[in-house]
Nanobody
Framework: QVQLVESGGRLVQAGGALRLSCAASGRPFSDYCLGWFRQAPGKEREFVAGISWSAINPYSPDSVKGRFTISKDNDLNTVYLQMNSLKPEDTAVYYC?????????????????????????WGQGTQVTVSS
């Protein structure tokens, strides 16, 4: 069992920056891969970014590439999503998720790990609202 708790969501002006945090517990941090998803009003939940012990998932959507960066602190068992140059369309509930089924190789090269079904553990979500 992995427990995930997101934090850092808030109201921010367009063009601003925000860093979301996801604190993981319950199992060793190295035993699973982590992803960020978001769900905007009226939209499907979408993959934002992912990270394994040693690699970044390369399938982040073009809408966030160059603006969002995933990272982690192994000592703190925490994964981050740094969001820069925020736009109103970034407004969504952001979720942290973890999967323990992926090898590090397939996590990097398989698009399966951009889907909700690939992840077994989810946080409660944190609201990000970007005003114009």
């Amino acid at each position: 069992q992995v427990q995930l708790v997101e934090s850092g969501g808030r109201l921010v002006q367009a063009g601003g920056a925000l860093r979301l945090s996801c604190a993981a517990s319950g199992r060793p941090f190295s035993d699973y891969c982590l992803g960020w998803f978001r769900q905007a009003p009226g939209k499907e939940r979408e993959f934002v970014a992912g990270i394994s012990w040693s690699a970044i998932n390369p399938y982040s959507p073009d809408s966030v590439k160059g603006r969002f960066t995933i990272s982690k602190d192994n000592d703190l068992n925490t994964v981050y999503l740094q969001m820069n140059s925020l736009k109103p369309e970034d407004t969504a509930v952001y979720y942290c998720a973890a999967t323990d089924t992926a090898s590090r190789l397939y996590y990097k090269y398989s698009t399966y790990y951009t889907t909700e079904a690939a992840y077994q553990y989810w946080g409660q979500g944190t609201q990000v609202t970007v005003s114009s």
